[in-house]
Nanobody, 118 residues
Framework: EVDLVESGGGLAQAGGSLRLSCAVSGTTLDGYNIAWFRQVPGKGREGVSC????????YYADSVKGRFTISSDNAKNTAYLQMDSLKPEDTAVYYCTAEAQGSRSTYWGQGIQVTVSS
């Protein structure tokens, strides 16, 4: 069993910062692709950022480029999403995911609310 638990969300003002953490249990992050998604009620799920296994590359949605940074700490078995220069449009429920190379299974956290006020 693989479990992911997000933390670090909450309320921030526009221009502020938050760092989301995704603690992983049941496995190690080695060999996993890490991704962050977000979703606003009534709207489709948006891929925010991805970190490929082995740190081979990163992806950022155009809407967050230059403001968000994805990273992982294998020693702590935790992934992060540093969010700077927050905008009200960043308000959403954020989910972390982990997908092992060679696996069809993607593990999801329960999501964490991020609210950015004007």
């Amino acid at each position: 069993e693989v479990d992911l638990v997000e933390s670090g969300g909450g309320l921030a003002q526009a221009g502020g910062s938050l760092r989301l953490s995704c603690a992983v249990s049941g496995t190690t992050l080695d060999g996993y692709n890490i991704a962050w998604f977000r979703q606003v009620p009534g709207k489709g799920r948006e891929g925010v950022s991805c970190l490929s296994a082995g740190n081979a590359g990163t992806y950022y949605a155009d809407s967050v480029k230059g403001r968000f940074t994805i990273s992982s700490d294998n020693a702590k078995n935790t992934a992060y999403l540093q969010m700077d220069s927050l905008k009200p449009e960043d308000t959403a429920v954020y989910y972390c995911t982990a997908e092992a190379q060679g696996s069809r299974s993607t593990y999801w956290g329960q999501g964490i609310q991020v609210t950015v006020s004007s």
